[in-house]
């Protein structure tokens, strides 16, 4: 993630990069059972897909992602609003 960071904020073309860097950290988080901590990569990871990236496979994993995380953390609304946007991708 650190090596995408860095060029993303000078050449928007790296921001897929980084969103899946980010996408792929807070995966790794939640396989640790790390929710909370999942949770910062992952939602900047969808902001990044929702602003930049035109990436809809890669913004639907970071929203099933996120809604996982949420869900363990007992989150249902906000879990079940972002696995219906990941539906709508």
Do not use: C, K
């Not at 640790?32 to 913004?59: I, K, T």
């Amino acid at each position: 993630m650190r090596i995408h960071r860095a060029p993303a904020t000078s050449d928007a073309r790296r921001l897929p990069q980084l969103a899946s860097s980010l996408n792929n950290l807070g995966w790794r988080l939640l396989a640790l059972s790390r929710f909370e901590d999942a949770l910062v990569p992952l939602n900047e990871a969808v902001a990044l897909y929702r602003r930049h990236v035109e990436s809809p496979d890669g913004h639907a994993r970071s929203l099933y992602n996120l809604g996982v995380g949420l869900g363990h953390l007992r989150r249902h609304r906000e879990a079940r609003a972002a696995e219906r946007e990941a539906r709508r991708l």
